[in-house]
């Protein structure tokens, strides 16, 4: 119809209203002549079967049947309502870590506030520790097969022996003035009972007395434990180690699905005061502000402490390595108190040992000063000293520029052997040399991603507070996200720590490294929008594809201005709040003015993938003698020429109508068209026009469920190339094929689709007209090592 | 009792089966096995975690082995090959194939090797096994996809199950 429309546009210059009606007569002819032959055709196809109704499936449909309605808690911006609320769980502990006997004590008391406009009956209690417990269900729901042979070792933890004696003992539970409370312990869950339910904007305080015996994190893959040390020392990083209150919500109401192991937490916000009595000889850090300093430190130790203050380019040693191993030769028998107070963060964790190097420099993000702080032992070094604080420092300017200034006063990076895992200020990280210190690059690249994805999670979840029990991908995928651009500018930054790479290698979260996966068997994928616990390949499905999803929508669909934009939005509204996935979704097209409903179902709700590609090329020229096509419409139609307006044909390259000399016609042979010109245009804006001389029909075709914009290369014959990209609604009414009309004065070679392979398009034979047989990977390789 | 051996046993005992916690390390390969018509052969690419792959091989072998660095053993070759032949067996047509080596090479923190079976010039069904690193991380897992000029399939492998079996007629 396009044709059409063009033409009915031309009347409205400088023409006489009767030439005008004329003129409008021969139109609606030639319109009688095109709907016609279309209505003849659908007649046809009518009589042989008539296809059923259908519920609009568009791709393009608004996700309103996903999408929970807007209510006052959550607005239709993505922002939070005007009822918005969330609880609050303040803590007062205090801890007692038994290094001789592997054991951590506690007495806490939880002040909670109900700002829910909900009477509560009953409070839910996180005691994570359980899943280490012996009548654990965890192990229950892995499935296994006997296998021919099993180690004896194995044998006999997992049918002979008791096993770790792991999970809490709960001692006591008790109301503010020491009266027992009732409480049901359902596994990893608590329920406790008040005396009277809890009215909104209503406090109730109480305390929990506990203890558990730590777990070795390094040989019973835990994400918090402690490594031992052939000197008889022990690494603790301590998490999860007390009871925590659930969250209760306007959107899961009590979020109290069990702990099972790999799906992680949902916490509510509180301020904590935590004291933390350790061998005397331990160095120890951990979420908030450390309150008895002066107590603690030596003098030396404070010297250096206010020059890290100072210090924005270089850690200061605030522990040396010869510190540390001295203090790890002897076993202190006294203890020390450690006292700090942390404002608005969802968790606690800590850690400690004899054996820990520390170092501090500072860092200014926004207008205020952040401490980026270090804990290792030497058997971190020498990558450790030079890396791990400088890793944190960068980290925290790129996340504040993408997101908002950290508003936190610290950032801990502790050296833990196998681990990556992350708490509000503070996390975990892997990255060990060898016993001489050697480490390979990929050693060194696993340490600062690491640390960098570990750190850059203090604002996802820690301060935009999404359930990730629930939802994966809304901290690890937003995470993994930001992570690709917080490595990049670290290489920037340190162009010594990347040599002699120039850019920093990005693996993970590329379109390019998702295909593999949004190409396998349809049986093991799920959608994004899956419970973490439940997805077949959780890296993947939770880290991988969302961040290659988020980087197609800042690099290729919305750019990175209107994507940047509505990311801090996001993460703006959602600061120190709980973030539902469709508050992500509504938000970015609230900001952005971007439609992205078809993106969000394809990518986060669907298995679907990208395949979009190149059908078929045809050539055209453009003469004013009719075609056959036009001549047999009219014969139908019992219509003559000369009741249309003037056309001009295109016939295509080898088809009946083709004649030789077309090939060096020019337009001005074309008589219809030039008669038009002489009529309708200005002699002196002639010369502007373009005169185009290759005609081209491009068909493109997709394959894939997921609408995508079509990225296309042209190269002309003289060697030029052209890229134009169609918006993704280029598909809106056709998924299957498009077409498009390409007038140009040189000849195309060749059509390229998504030449960067920026799209994650998972098939890339159908990509380039002619078909060019790309050496795959296996026969690149093959060839290579022939050579 | 052998040596390596002890030291297996050892690693073995420490990773008891109940939990597989880690988050932000996964016990994962992948294996891209293609049946290529036209050349009647079937190309395999197996991408395993370097330093995965490296430990076991320290483990089973020769402690000081290490791979993808500047000074890196000569033997690698030679125990990774011994290994996987060990660990990776494909029947094609019920028939047990001989899978032939082409190479290795490093990409980043993923080592991949290139294997070829072949004279295949009917694919009606091909069995999988792929104990790669199962006796390391119990909670290994290896992701066979499999492409054949009709059909994509996969295979997710691991401790359990650590053998499958796809028909193509």
Redesign the interface.
């Known amino acids: 119809m396009s044709h059409i429309e063009k033409l009915l546009l031309f009347p409205k210059i400088n023409f006489h209203n009767q030439i005008i009606i004329m003129k409008l007569i021969n139109y609606a002819a030639l319109i009688t002549l095109l709907l016609f032959t279309g209505l003849s055709y659908s007649q046809e196809e009518e009589e042989e079967t008539r296809d059923p109704g259908h519920y609009n499936n568009n791709s393009f449909k608004q996700l309103y049947e996903e999408f929970s309605t807007p209510n006052q808690y959550r607005s239709a911006s993505g922002a939070p309502g005007p009822q918005y609320y969330q609880q609050q769980a303040d803590y007062i502990m205090d801890l007692v870590l038994d290094d001789k006997n592997k054991k951590l004590s506690g007495f806490e008391t939880i002040t909670y506030t109900n700002n829910s406009p909900d009477e509560l009956e009953y409070l839910w209690v996180q005691l994570d520790q359980n899943m280490r417990s012996r009548d654990s269900k965890t192990p229950l729901i892995q499935s296994n097969g006997a296998f021919g042979a099993d180690m004896a070792g194995n044998f006999v933890n997992q049918y002979m022996g008791e096993g770790f004696d792991g999970g809490f003992n709960i001692q006591e539970v008790s109301s503010v003035n020491g009266v027992n409370l009732e409480y049901t312990i359902n596994r990893t869950m608590m329920r406790v009972e008040m005396p009277n339910n809890l009215k909104p904007g209503e406090k109730f305080v109480f305390s929990i007395r506990w203890w558990y015996n730590i777990n070795d994190h390094v040989n019973g893959r835990g994400r918090s434990g402690y490594e031992q040390f052939e000197d008889g020392n022990r690494n603790y990083i301590i998490a999860q180690f007390f009871p925590r209150m659930a969250v209760y919500n306007d959107v899961e109401g009590w979020q109290n699905s069990q702990f099972w192991g790999r799906d992680e937490f949902a916490l509510a916000f509180g301020n904590y005061e935590v004291n933390i009595t350790v061998p005397a000889d331990h160095i120890l850090d951990g979420t908030g502000v450390l309150q008895n300093r002066k107590e603690i430190f030596t003098k030396d130790m404070m010297k250096r402490y206010n020059k890290a203050k100072k210090s924005y380019d270089e850690p200061v040693l605030i522990v040396t390595q010869e510190e540390a191993e001295a203090a790890s030769a002897s076993f202190a028998t006294n203890t020390k108190t450690w006292k700090f107070k942390a404002e608005n963060v969802r968790d606690y964790a800590f850690a400690s040992s004899r054996r820990y190097i520390w170092d501090m420099m500072a860092v200014k993000t926004g207008e205020t000063d952040v401490m980026a702080v270090s804990l290792y032992p030497k058997e971190g070094n020498p990558l450790w000293e030079d890396w791990s604080t400088k890793l944190v420092a960068s980290t925290l300017i790129s996340y504040s520029r993408m997101t908002f200034d950290y508003p936190y006063p610290k950032a801990i990076s502790v050296h833990a052997k196998n681990q990556g895992m992350e708490y509000p200020m503070i996390c975990w990280n892997y990255g060990r040399p060898d016993e001489e210190g050697n480490y390979s690059e990929r050693t060194k690249y696993g340490m600062f991603g690491v640390i960098i994805h570990e750190v850059g999670h203090n604002y996802f979840p820690m301060i935009v507070n999404s359930d990730e029990r629930q939802w994966t991908w809304m901290d690890e995928g937003i995470n993994t996200f930001v992570q690709i651009v917080a490595q990049k500018d670290f290489g920037e930054l340190y162009p010594d720590a990347i040599a002699p790479n120039k850019e920093y290698p990005i693996r993970r979260g590329t379109p390019k490294s998702i295909v593999n996966y949004m190409s396998g068997d349809q049986n093991s994928i799920a959608p994004i929008m899956t419970k973490g616990l439940n997805t077949f390949n959780f890296g993947s499905n939770g880290y991988s594809k969302p961040a290659a999803g988020l980087t197609i929508l800042r690099e290729t669909v919305m750019g990175r201005d209107l994507f940047d934009y509505a990311f801090k939005t996001y993460s703006n509204r959602w600061m120190f709040k709980h973030p539902s996935p469709e508050d992500f979704f509504r938000t970015m097209e609230d900001a952005s003015a971007t439609d992205l409903d078809w993106f969000w179902r394809g990518w986060f709700y669907t298995t679907n993938y990208v395949d979009i590609g190149v059908k078929e090329v045809k050539k055209f020229y453009v003469t004013s003698k009719m075609n056959t096509q036009i001549k047999n419409m009219m014969e139908a139609r019992g219509m003559t020429e000369s009741d249309l307006p003037p056309l001009v044909y295109l016939v295509e390259e080898d088809s009946e109508d083709f004649e030789e000399s077309m090939r060096t016609a020019t337009l001005d042979d074309v008589s219809t068209l030039q008669e038009y010109i002489m009529d309708n245009i200005d002699p002196a804006d002639r010369a502007n026009l373009k005169k185009p001389t290759f005609f081209y029909e491009v068909t493109f075709e997709k394959p894939g469920g997921i609408p995508m914009p079509i990225i296309a290369e042209y190269t002309y014959s003289d060697g030029a190339t052209e890229r134009v990209i169609y918006p993704a609604q280029i598909w809106k009414t056709s998924s299957e094929s498009v077409g498009k009309v390409i007038a140009s004065d040189k000849e195309i070679t060749s059509i390229v689709v998504d030449p960067d392979e920026e799209t994650a398009d998972i098939d890339t034979s159908n990509n380039t007209w002619p078909k060019r047989k790309k050496l795959g990977e296996f026969d690149t390789f093959k060839e290579k090592v022939k050579d | 009792m052998n040596m390596k051996y002890l030291k297996?046993?050892?690693v073995?005992?420490?990773?008891?089966?109940?939990?597989?916690?880690?988050?932000?390390?996964?016990y994962?390969s992948?294996t891209?096995v293609?049946y290529v018509k036209e050349k009647e052969t079937i190309?395999?690419?197996t991408k395993i975690f370097?330093?995965d792959i490296e430990q076991v091989l320290q483990e089973r072998y020769d402690s000081s082995i290490?791979?993808?660095?500047e000074n890196e053993s000569e033997n690698v070759e030679i125990l990774l090959k011994k290994y996987l032949f060990k660990k990776l067996k494909i029947s094609v047509n019920s028939i047990p194939q001989e899978i032939k080596y082409?190479?290795k090479?490093y990409?980043?923190?993923?080592t991949?090797v290139?294997f070829?079976i072949e004279n295949i010039s009917e694919l009606i069904s091909i069995e999988v096994e792929n104990k790669v690193l199962i006796d390391m991380f119990?909670?290994q897992?290896n992701?066979i996809?499999l492409k054949t000029p009709e059909s994509?399939?996969?295979?997710?492998l691991d401790?359990?199950?650590p053998k499958g079996l796809l028909n193509f007629n």
Do not use: A, C, W
């Open positions: 297996i046993v050892i073995l005992t420490l990773f008891p089966l109940l939990v597989g916690t880690t988050m932000h390390k996964f994962v992948t891209n293609e190309q395999i690419i370097t330093d290490s791979m993808d660095s082409i190479g090479e990409d980043m923190d993923i991949k290139y070829e119990s909670e897992q992701i996809h994509r399939r996969s295979l997710i401790k359990n199950k």
